[in-house]
């Protein structure tokens, strides 16, 4: 069953802390890309990853960080920089670069208290 | 950044009716359009593309007109159903660069 998984689906977090969001595909693509979500906003780019062991910053990387350690795997780091963490998280993945369809996952909902 | 958005937020229309939701872009170079269902607490999914050099494309019960010279989109939902209440909402892309999300259009299907 191919696809792209998030985890989890509910987060809750202090203030100040630090937390990671998985994002696992099995889809084989190269590109993978993570968005935030808020009410009545269109989905906004955080990061983006082309390939293994690289990736760009998008509009509002401000305050999180990721990697790419495997081509399946792109965690996101909401550090304690982010000013408003409090978001519905998305992560995306398509065969290249801004290729077509982009396969999006369920979401993370991450509320900080 | 791009803007891309909708003229109506919320759209309520009786089942067995068809829909029609739209979406206005601004970079005239954009070459490249999806629509995307997206239901509460899940992730979008994809519903139909379209690139610049049509102007229509048909899908099950989904069509996408597109129209340059207004740049402006819009998709019709045949025979709406129940599961078709979502929200809705384009992306654009110019040469392969970043898409651009629209804000969305809440469809409700009255049964």
């Known amino acids: 069953d191919g696809g792209i998984t998030q985890s989890p689906k509910y987060l809750f977090r202090k203030e100040g802390q630090n937390v990671t969001l998985s994002c696992e595909q099995n889809l084989n693509h190269d590109a993978m890309y993570w968005y935030r979500q808020d009410p009545g906003q269109g989905l906004r780019l955080i990061y983006y990853?082309?390939?293994?062991?690289?990736?760009q910053k998008g509009d509002i990387a401000e305050g999180y960080s990721v990697s790419r350690e495997k081509k399946e795997s792109f965690p996101l780091t909401v550090t304690s920089a982010q000013k408003n963490p409090t978001a519905f998280y998305l992560c995306a993945s398509s065969p290249r670069r801004y290729s077509g369809e982009q396969y999006f996952g369920p979401g993370t909902r991450l509320t900080v208290l | 950044g791009e803007s891309v958005g909708l003229h109506l937020p919320t759209l309520s229309v009786q089942e067995g009716d068809n829909s029609i939701i739209n979406c206005a872009y601004s970079n005239s170079a954009s070459d490249y359009f999806i629509w995307y269902k997206q239901e509460s607490g899940k992730g979008p999914q994809f519903i139909i593309d379209i690139r610049s050099n049509m102007d229509k494309r048909q899908g099950q019960r989904v069509t996408v007109l597109l129209n340059k010279t207004v740049k402006h989109l819009s998709l019709q939902i045949a025979a709406t159903q129940p599961g078709d209440s979502a929200v809705y909402f384009c992306a654009e892309n110019t040469a392969g660069n970043q898409f651009y999300f629209g804000t969305g259009t809440s469809l409700t299907v009255i049964p």
């Open positions: 990853s082309q390939i293994v062991n690289d990736f």
